[in-house]
């Protein structure tokens, strides 16, 4: 179907629950691509739906624009993501992510004797002096030293 091949920038942004300014930032980034009518109106193949699927996905799982982009740019041709394209990306994205929920979950778990506390010791909080960092540079105001 004709519309269908030439979505306008309101019809993408309506089907994908996203803004126009959203769709006009992912294309300076270089995530999607447009082209332009006669009229010079921006217009959108069918397969940017999935393709915004797929950055919107992406983003659930923490995953930057720049990181992003760069996926799409290392596709053949630099296709739209199908579904075993999806598999392998995501695949490489939960090791980062399973990286961020661990250093989340030591956060978490340091963060315990702090609740209640508010001491922001240097010698004690691990929060704000985690493995005491600074008492390896000296003692006194060291975090004003630079
Ligand atoms: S606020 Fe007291 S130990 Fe962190």
Known sequence: MLEEAN?????????????VSTLHFYEQKG????WRNAGNQRRYKRDVLR???VIKAAQRLGVSLEEIATAFANLPDNRTPDKADWAKLSQ???????ARIAALTQLRDS???CIGCGCLSLARCPLYNPDDKFGEIGVGAVKLLG
């Open 7 to 19: 979505l306008t920038v309101g019809a993408v942004a309506k089907r994908c629950g996203v803004k």
């Open 31 to 34: 995530l999607i691509r447009s």
């Open 51 to 53: 393709r915004i699927s």
């Open 92 to 98: 490489a994205w939960r090791a980062d992510l399973d």
């Open 111 to 113: 963060l315990t004797g």
